[in-house]
């Protein structure tokens, strides 16, 4: 039978138009391989934005989702769900957490965690502490509050009021945080590493002041791992590189792996607020989705695989850094943790990816001018080589392009 997807969208798409999509269409994927419609193939180091951390097809995905798939895909949350609870006891038992509530997408985990935080407060008999301290830059979602949180304008316009709670002050700045602290304040909410932002690291000790002021003043330290979590800086969550612990933690995009899904984690302390009646989600934590993430977590946690992914991203790095040195023209800056790296362009990042696209490597823009590679954490030295000869062609052609452009202004 011939494949319907083999001559591409022809027609107009019905999709509301809120993405500006590259005219590529995928049909399978094998790895840290995608094929397009047209059978040309590409290397992906953008693994659906950190989703895909297994890569594409992996045996062992594949099978755990056929084999729930047979059993049983979705019972509501009024019944106990073995996967699920499952799932919550490897988590918590890998992390500082007691408790996991499932979402079935990042800005979901963002809004539990969001009033997690507040009812802790809530309960403790200051309803008024429900503002958190943010940060420019950030990006914690496309809902109501997770726009506000985030704070970028360009999400927040036209939308009705912004939801009222939020206080950004500069990234890594610990003294605006302080200084922003007021008698309303119920937490403080961070990326560890900021993934939209443009892979922005702070200093470990922004992450270490901030648990001390949020220690001495009472606060719910709420990170979102949603991008730097599950493997991809090489610790299970980022906040372990640098020693610190939350209260409250969101994450999703590769705890999946693919499948959607996402969880908010807390202690037991922070969740206190958070009894029989206070949140629900219908497909959250359901047997197909959490069937998934064990699958993943099967991977992620066995013996030597993290300290595989912090070794294997480490050498990308110094691959980036010398091809950097070839192309000082291009290329500005090396940033990131593990397999959560990001290449700061001298050229319009757009035009980078548009120029590594050409050379059939996908690599995702974000913030401050920089792309990222987010390669599936499964990806080793053969596939390191061929994204490196890739983005050296890109190079070379985004020179000549330069050269082109000062030759015809000079002429
Ligand atoms: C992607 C992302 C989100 C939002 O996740 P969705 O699944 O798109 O809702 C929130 N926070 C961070 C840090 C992210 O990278």
Request: proline share 6%; with cysteine; hydrophobic share 45%.
């Amino acid at each position: 039978m011939a494949d319907p997807m083999s001559s591409a969208p022809q027609i107009p798409s019905a999709i509301l138009p809120t993405y500006a999509r590259a005219d590529v269409a995928f049909a399978r994927g094998d790895g840290c391989w995608l094929e397009a419609t047209d059978g040309s193939r590409y290397l992906d180091f953008g693994a659906g934005i950190a989703v895909c951390c297994l890569g594409h097809g992996h045996p062992h995905l594949v099978e755990a989702l056929i084999d729930q798939g047979r059993k049983l895909w979705h019972v509501s949350n009024l019944f106990r769900i073995p996967e699920a609870e499952l799932l919550a006891k490897r988590l918590t038992d890998a992390s500082f957490a007691d408790y996991v509530f499932f979402t079935n997408s990042g800005a979901e985990a963002l809004e539990g965690a969001i009033k997690t935080a507040r009812k802790y407060h809530a309960v403790g008999g200051h309803p008024e502490k429900f503002r958190l301290i943010t940060f420019e830059g950030a990006f914690h979602g496309r809902t109501l509050a997770t726009i506000a949180a985030g704070g970028n304008p360009k999400y927040i316009d036209g939308f009705g009021p912004k939801v009222e709670g939020f206080d950004p002050v500069p990234f890594g700045d610990l003294v605006a945080v302080k200084a922003a602290i007021t008698p309303e304040t119920a937490g403080v909410l961070v990326e560890p590493i900021q993934g939209e932002g443009g892979i922005r690291v702070p200093p470990s000790s922004f992450m270490r002041g901030l648990r001390a002021l949020c220690d001495e003043h009472g606060l719910m330290l709420v990170v979102d791992e949603v991008q730097s979590g599950m493997g991809r800086t090489g610790k299970l969550f980022a906040h372990e590189l640098v020693g610190v612990t939350p209260d409250i933690l969101a994450t999703a995009k590769g705890i999946g792996g693919g499948f959607p899904l996402g969880a908010f984690m807390a202690t037991r302390e922070s969740g206190r607020g958070m009894i029989v009646g206070t949140h629900g989600s219908t497909y959250g934590g359901n047997p197909l989705a959490t069937a998934c993430g064990n699958a993943v977590l099967d991977v992620v946690l066995a013996p030597g695989f993290l300290d595989d992914v912090a070794r294997k991203g480490l050498a990308l790095k110094q691959r980036l850094a010398a091809l950097q040195d070839a192309h000082p023209q291009i290329i500005a800056e090396i940033r990131g943790e593990g397999m959560m790296l990001g290449i700061r362009t001298h050229v319009p990042n757009t035009e980078f990816a548009v120029a590594a696209r050409a050379q059939h490597m996908l690599v995702i823009p974000a913030g401050d001018n920089v792309v990222r590679l987010l390669p599936p954490l499964i990806a080793g030295e053969e596939e390191f080589a061929e994204a490196i000869a890739r983005l050296d062609r890109a190079c070379r052609h985004l020179e000549a392009d330069l050269a082109g452009k000062r030759n015809g202004s000079s002429s």
